[in-house]
């Protein structure tokens, strides 16, 4: 169990919730504060204006609502914002979404019914998905589309996705049991309002982007295997003196991987030792390409850059992105911008371009693989079989390169197209669940190019027939892949070998770079 209000969630906690299935349990002195928070809203509204309980919404505030239909303006606002198109955003993310609201709603200070956080948890722990649709929020007043959406399940309309099938959500509730949400002050603001799907995606988004980190690294240091380089350019002593915490730790992580290894050499012993230097030119390689030798200088930076949105999209999760607040502990209801969502719009456009930079060196370093000439190691393309009759990995280039390129696109910034909308209510807009989704699909395109690079690896240990001196953990993954995806020389289609190795790389945690 995952105990939600009692502390702030952390990354590990959302990803237990996420892929270990983990369920949710409701912290009862939060419970308390819930109901406490709500029994003060019920008390302080009476005879007052309050935006979102007896006025309209937006650029409609000033318009008073009759006390007889306040409870019907939150079904309105729910039903006539659910207005979504595009795909539908898979479950996991949505179940994300739902994880995100919830701790908000946990802070207490949204003013809603224990009803909702008790609903909420009951589909995450049941696995039932709101369907949501990809288009539809600018990210001002929160993601308002994307949780209209959700309160439309809420609300025992709409459809959710269970079992991996779409279903009226009505149906799902009586299979189960469930009672459908009834309003009873400002739920339909209160779900609405918010950041929690950019905030639930970008969770996501930082782990997989963890990932990825992960397997550069490690890529990079089988590479540096490949060549027999040598070592001094992942070595404390020529990192140390760059003061950046990412490159000193992509340099030990390189470290920890190579310690056994038996094909990187000491450069003391080869370009440094005497009796080797007599001759013009020399077959060693006094320094080896960028991408090969500047691991430490191209990944730090990304390090760095998640460890940043990492602090900030956290923070994010654990705050109150509502509005207006109710305060129940200064008896009173302050209205302003929480539900802006320009912190997470900007770390995921930072983001992006950090993991569209590991794609990058993964394809200079493929190219590297497969350029004979480049390397003086390899056949053309790592072709294991008949030059001129067979092909290698040659295929599979074009789509890593064609993948890089449509990353590099797609890292042009989102945080800086915001248009005004709203009757110019909404005169500045975040577009952060955009920048959180198109993150998504930058992450999950260089998983397919990391998948590439990795099968090229292999095929270069098999035909340099080196497997025996890798260092430990390089052989570890050599061995584990190789199960799903073997040797070959003969040529056949390679799609559902990437699949599979692709798959691999999303859901496997070997060595964990920020534990350190």
Same mark, same amino acid.
């Given at each position: 169990?995952?105990?939600?209000?009692?502390?702030?969630?952390?990354?590990?906690?959302?990803?237990?919730?996420?892929?270990?299935?983990?369920?949710?349990?409701?912290?009862?002195?939060?419970?308390?504060?819930?109901?406490?928070?709500?029994?003060?809203?019920?008390?302080?509204?009476?005879?007052?204006?309050?935006?979102?309980?007896?006025?309209?919404?937006?650029?409609?505030?000033?318009?008073?609502?009759?006390?007889?239909?306040?409870?019907?303006?939150?079904?309105?606002?729910?039903?006539?914002?659910?207005?979504?198109?595009?795909?539908?955003?898979?479950?996991?993310?949505?179940?994300?979404?739902?994880?995100?609201?919830?701790?908000?709603?946990?802070?207490?200070?949204?003013?809603?019914?224990?009803?909702?956080?008790?609903?909420?948890?009951?589909?995450?722990?049941?696995?039932?998905?709101?369907?949501?649709?990809?288009?539809?929020?600018?990210?001002?007043?929160?993601?308002?589309?994307?949780?209209?959406?959700?309160?439309?399940?809420?609300?025992?309309?709409?459809?959710?996705?269970?079992?991996?099938?779409?279903?009226?959500?009505?149906?799902?509730?009586?299979?189960?049991?469930?009672?459908?949400?009834?309003?009873?002050?400002?739920?339909?603001?209160?779900?609405?309002?918010?950041?929690?799907?950019?905030?639930?995606?970008?969770?996501?988004?930082?782990?997989?982007?963890?990932?990825?980190?992960?397997?550069?690294?490690?890529?990079?240091?089988?590479?540096?295997?490949?060549?027999?380089?040598? *070592?001094?350019?992942?070595?404390?002593?020529?990192?140390?003196?760059?003061?950046?915490?990412?490159?000193?730790?992509?340099?030990?992580?390189?470290?920890?991987?190579?310690?056994?290894?038996?094909?990187?050499?000491?450069?003391?012993?080869?370009?440094?030792?005497?009796?080797?230097?007599?001759?013009?030119?020399?077959?060693?390689?006094?320094?080896?390409?960028?991408?090969?030798?500047?691991?430490?200088?191209?990944?730090?930076?990304?390090?760095?850059?998640?460890?940043?949105?990492?602090? =900030?999209?956290?923070?994010?999760?654990?705050?109150?992105?509502?509005?207006?607040?109710?305060?129940?502990?200064?008896?009173?209801?302050?209205?302003?911008?929480?539900?802006?969502?320009?912190?997470?719009?900007?770390?995921?456009?930072?983001?992006?371009?950090?993991?569209?930079?590991?794609?990058?060196?993964?394809?200079?370093?493929?190219?590297?693989?497969?350029?004979?000439?480049?390397?003086?190691?390899?056949?053309?393309?790592?072709?294991?079989?008949?030059?001129?009759?067979?092909?290698?990995?040659?295929?599979?280039?074009?789509?890593?390169?064609?993948?890089?390129?449509?990353?590099?696109?797609?890292?042009?910034?989102?945080?800086?197209?915001?248009?005004?909308?709203?009757?110019?209510?909404?005169?500045?807009?975040?577009?952060?669940?955009?920048?959180?989704?198109? =993150?998504?699909?930058?992450? *999950?395109?260089?998983?397919?190019?990391?998948?590439?690079?990795?099968?090229?690896?292999?095929?270069?240990? *098999?035909?340099?027939?080196?497997?025996?001196?890798?260092?430990?953990?390089?052989?570890?993954?050599?061995?584990?892949?190789?199960?799903?995806?073997?040797?070959?020389?003969?040529?056949?289609?390679?799609?559902?070998?990437?699949?599979?190795?692709?798959?691999?790389?999303?859901?496997?945690?070997?060595?964990?770079?920020?534990?350190?």
């Amino acid at each position: 169990m995952i105990h939600v209000g009692q502390s702030a969630l952390s990354l590990n906690d959302f990803s237990e919730l996420i892929f270990k299935q983990n369920e949710v349990a409701l912290d009862a002195a939060a419970l308390t504060k819930i109901n406490t928070n709500f029994e003060f809203l019920k008390q302080f509204s009476s005879n007052k204006l309050i935006y979102g309980i007896n006025t309209g919404f937006g650029p409609m505030a000033q318009y008073k609502v009759n006390e007889e239909n306040i409870l019907q303006l939150q079904y309105n606002l729910i039903r006539s914002h659910s207005s979504g198109s595009g795909k539908l955003m898979t479950a996991q993310l949505s179940k994300a979404l739902m994880i995100a609201r919830l701790n908000s709603f946990m802070q207490a200070y949204s003013g809603v019914h224990t009803d909702v956080v008790e609903l909420l948890k009951e589909l995450i722990n049941k696995n039932i998905a709101p369907c949501i649709y990809e288009h539809g929020g600018v990210g001002a007043s929160g993601d308002l589309v994307q949780l209209a959406h959700l309160g439309l399940v809420l609300i025992g309309e709409g459809e959710v996705i269970f079992e991996e099938e779409v279903h009226p959500t009505i149906e799902i509730f009586n299979k189960f049991n469930i009672k459908p949400l009834s309003i009873h002050i400002r739920e339909g603001l209160a779900i609405l309002n918010g950041t929690s799907a950019m905030t639930g995606i970008g969770m996501i988004n930082i782990i997989q982007a963890k990932k990825l980190l992960n397997w550069s690294v490690l890529f990079s240091a089988m590479i540096n295997e490949i060549v027999e380089a040598f *070592d001094d350019h992942y070595s404390n002593e020529l990192n140390i003196v760059k003061r950046h915490k990412g490159q000193n730790a992509i340099a030990g992580m390189m470290r920890e991987i190579l310690q056994d290894s038996k094909m990187i050499r000491d450069r003391s012993e080869h370009l440094y030792n005497p009796d080797n230097l007599d001759q013009e030119i020399f077959e060693d390689k006094v320094q080896e390409y960028y991408s090969l030798r500047c691991v430490t200088q191209i990944l730090g930076p990304v390090y760095d850059t998640i460890s940043q949105v990492e602090n =900030t999209v956290v923070n994010e999760l654990n705050s109150v992105n509502d509005n207006p607040v109710i305060d129940h502990e200064n008896q009173n209801i302050f209205h302003g911008g929480n539900f802006h969502g320009d912190y997470v719009s900007l770390e995921m456009d930072k983001l992006k371009i950090a993991i569209t930079r590991i794609s990058m060196l993964a394809e200079r370093q493929l190219n590297y693989l497969l350029n004979s000439k480049l390397n003086q190691k390899l056949p053309p393309f790592v072709n294991l079989g008949v030059l001129g009759l067979n092909f290698g990995m040659q295929g599979m280039q074009f789509t890593a390169t064609s993948t890089v390129a449509e990353n590099q696109t797609l890292s042009f910034p989102m945080y800086v197209h915001s248009i005004p909308n709203n009757n110019d209510n909404q005169d500045i807009v975040s577009m952060g669940c955009n920048a959180a989704l198109m =993150t998504k699909r930058v992450i *999950d395109n260089s998983f397919e190019v990391l998948g590439i690079h990795l099968m090229t690896i292999l095929q270069a240990i *098999d035909y340099l027939e080196c497997k025996d001196r890798l260092s430990t953990i390089s052989r570890a993954l050599y061995d584990e892949v190789r199960l799903i995806f073997p040797k070959f020389i003969e040529d056949a289609p390679k799609y559902k070998d990437l699949e599979r190795v692709k798959t691999f790389l999303e859901s496997t945690d070997h060595i964990t770079s920020f534990s350190k």
